[in-house]
């Protein structure tokens, strides 16, 4: 819990650095780093304001015709100034980001996406500095939220392991922790998260998966196309462990590791392998 809060407080200290005020001229020419929250930008009716992206940004399409930046570790300040940006956005703080946009002169704002609390403080943050569709998009998720916990009542409580990473043949796995965004859906539909007790993304061997006892496993390979041999391979494996087939479930959504414009998808298709 104290994790939490002060995860939170950072968030919201993120989420609101940057100048600003009635005097300054209008923000309308954005850079935008992270899948995240360009997501998020374009679902909330702020895309057309979007000059720039990182280079792993791939939905919604129209990212595609939006100029490249680099990335979060790399991003390129040529390409930053020649868009003339007005504010640079960020998922996570980085100081370099933040010297850009510093020598630009232009505000910098940064948020959290480990939890949802994280991306309801962004969707809050984007409402009260552009309006727009950000609060009907926290809204939206919120009524598929509360539509799936009416769903879940004969099921729940469940206790689901989401591994995130999980190389075949490999004795050993990362999975969702209980501070993650997973978490936290899991834990709004009346579930809850199985995995270790602190961290957000944890490793976890074969046999500390099997002690935790999940009542489900969803195994995540976002966009991987070899689907057929991936299934086969993770079904051999928990079930050499002692865990059904029918418990084990892989999904392949490329948005399911983006807790950003299609979180109400992620939680959909979650719950989707439980009932």
Do not use: N
Not at 15 to 41: I, K, W
């Amino acid at each position: 819990m104290r994790y939490r809060i002060i995860t939170f407080l950072f968030c919201l200290v993120c989420a609101c650095s940057g100048p600003g005020g009635s005097g300054d001229p209008p923000d309308e020419r954005f850079v935008v780093l992270g899948p995240s929250l360009v997501e998020l930008m374009f679902s909330s009716g702020l895309g057309d304001r979007i000059v720039g992206v990182d280079r792993y940004s791939q939905w919604p399409p129209e990212t595609a015709e939006i100029t490249r930046v680099g990335g979060y570790i790399d991003p390129s300040y040529e390409s930053i100034a020649s868009l003339d940006p007005t504010s640079i956005h960020s998922s996570g703080r980085s100081t370099r980001i933040m010297g850009i946009a510093s020598s630009l002169g232009i505000p910098f704002y940064s948020y959290c996406f480990d939890s949802l609390e994280g991306v309801y403080l962004a969707l809050d943050s984007l409402h009260a500095r552009y309006g727009a569709g950000a609060r009907e998009l926290r809204d939206r998720i919120e009524r598929v939220l509360d539509s799936l916990a009416v769903e879940m009542e004969d099921a729940a409580p469940l206790g689901v392991m989401i591994v995130i990473y999980h190389e075949p043949g490999s004795s050993s796995m990362t999975v969702a922790g209980r501070d993650s965004f997973f978490g936290d859906i899991l834990e709004r539909v009346g579930c809850f998260i199985q995995a270790p007790a602190a961290g957000s993304w944890p490793m976890v061997s074969a046999e500390g998966a099997v002690s935790l006892d999940p009542d489900h496993v969803i195994c995540l390979f976002p966009g991987r196309e070899d689907s057929a041999s991936i299934v086969g391979s993770e079904l051999s494996f928990w079930s050499g462990l002692g865990i059904d087939a029918d418990r084990v479930h892989c999904l392949f959504e490329p948005y399911m590791m983006i807790p950003g414009g299609r979180l109400d998808r992620i939680a959909v298709r979650i719950c989707s392998c439980l009932l």
